[in-house]
């Protein structure tokens, strides 16, 4: 059974940092690709950052330069370290693996207060 466990969320003040953690069982995590996506109140779910198995990232735009993934293949844990957060950053994140299949957890709200 695949499991992906975010943690990490909360409420941050405009311009701090958070960093979010996502625990994955139940999959081969060094050959998963792995993500963050997130999704605002009314708005559709959106990808907000990427990492291949090899470690090559990418990163939608608005959080390019601000945003940071990483993956601990020995700890099967995928990170995204936010800075400089905005108002609009605000979301339910949602970490995803994806190799053939695609997974998701369950969401963790981030709220950026202004």
């Known amino acids: 059974q695949v499991q992906l466990l975010e943690s990490g969320g909360g409420l941050v003040q405009a311009g701090g940092p958070l960093r979010l953690s996502c625990a994955a069982s139940?999959?081969?995590?060094?050959?998963?690709?792995m993500g963050w996506y997130r999704q605002a109140l009314g708005k559709q779910r959106e990808m907000v950052a990427t990492?291949?198995?090899?470690?090559?990232?990418d990163y939608a735009d608005s959080v390019m330069g601000r945003f940071a993934i990483s993956r601990d293949n020995a700890k099967n844990t995928v990170y995204l370290q936010m800075n400089s957060l905005k108002p609009e950053d605000t979301a339910v994140y949602y970490c995803?693996?994806?190799?053939?299949?695609?997974?998701w957890g369950r969401g963790t709200q981030v709220t950026v207060s202004s």
């Open positions: 139940g999959i081969i995590f060094s050959d998963n690709i």
């Open positions: 995803t693996a994806r190799r053939g299949l695609f997974y």
């Open positions: 990492i291949s198995s090899g470690g090559v990232t």
